[in-house]
């Protein structure tokens, strides 16, 4: 390989190394919560968050508990990989209180633009088989919820002849694990996604109405207690919306939920490359400028 091949290649090289920190998680995340720690008093797990303010656990049920060991996604030689840790337990009457970190957006007083993710499976039906995936204001139970599982097995809250989001055409089965993402931008859209998949669009919601949010938020509660038993993986929040294709590239749970259950990996960008990278890249550039010069 001639001098200036050679050159190209550990450009190329270089280019590939820092391009493989480009991964599936958009910007913008304030609170991720893995439940990745076990209290061994007690055995629950903790409401530790690996991104953000830890959650606070205000249930009447005292039903969260630590259910499944860590999981490992990617190796030790894939940085970009996180640790899947286990699963919380929500029982009817819990409260998994997220304080988000948004500042007021979107126009408003509240925060108007936002995205949560989920990864979750129902372990059993709400009253009325209504189930309850968040609540956006008031203290624990305060109001009612606001994106649910109905009946059908559809997603969504309220009726679109009314003006509210309405529920999906399409249903799933909320008793295999999936990855639901509500993507909120009030007077703009309020969506729905199942493992990906674009389930509702409905209307944009009043700015600092129902669907914005104060300083917190709840997970998987209503103040009737229309939320049944089930199991979180993983909750995740950003400070924007986030696109159909940010989504769409988050994926979701495999295909053989029964069988084989295993959620995509959510790959974190490294803030910094590696140092090696950035010499091999800074080498490429100065080898590539300097053929360019002698041709």
Avoid at 35 to 40: A, I, V
Avoid at 85 to 99: E, I, K, L, P
Avoid at 153 to 170: L, M
Avoid at 191 to 203: E, I, K, M
């Amino acid at each position: 390989m001639n001098k200036k091949s050679m050159l190209l290649a550990l450009c190329w090289l270089a280019l590939a190394n820092v391009a493989s920190a480009v991964v599936n998680v958009p910007s913008g995340v304030t609170g991720l919560w893995r439940f990745q720690t076990q209290d061994p008093n007690t055995g629950r797990a903790t409401m530790a968050a690996t991104i953000g303010t830890d959650l606070v656990n205000s249930n009447a049920n005292n039903g969260s508990y630590f259910t499944a060991p860590s999981i490992q996604i990617g190796t030790d030689s894939s940085p970009f990989l996180y640790q899947d840790s286990g699963v919380a337990q929500s029982r009817s009457f819990d409260t998994f209180t997220a304080t988000h970190g948004i500042a007021p957006n979107g126009g408003g007083s509240f925060v108007n633009e936002y995205t949560i993710l989920w990864d979750y499976k129902q372990t059993s039906n709400g009253n009325g088989n209504y189930n309850s995936l968040y609540q956006t204001a008031g203290s624990p139970n305060a109001n009612d919820g606001d994106l649910w599982t109905n009946p059908n097995n559809q997603i969504g809250v309220g009726n679109a002849g009314n003006g509210e989001p309405g529920y999906s055409a399409a249903s799933y089965d909320p008793f295999l694990w999936h990855r639901i993402v509500l993507s909120v931008d009030n007077g703009n859209f309020f969506r729905a996604y199942v493992d990906g998949v674009l389930f509702l669009d409905g209307a944009g919601q009043p700015i600092d109405g129902r669907w914005s949010l104060g300083s917190q938020f709840h997970f998987l509660t209503d103040n009737n207690f229309e939320d049944g038993w089930g199991l979180l993986g993983t909750g995740m929040v950003w400070d924007h919306a986030l696109t159909t294709q940010e989504v769409a590239a988050m994926g979701g749970y495999a295909a053989d939920q029964v069988a084989n259950p295993f959620p995509t990996p959510l790959v974190f960008a490294d803030p910094v490359p590696e140092p090696s990278s950035m010499i091999l890249f800074g080498m490429g550039l100065t080898g590539l400028l300097a053929v360019r010069r002698r041709s």
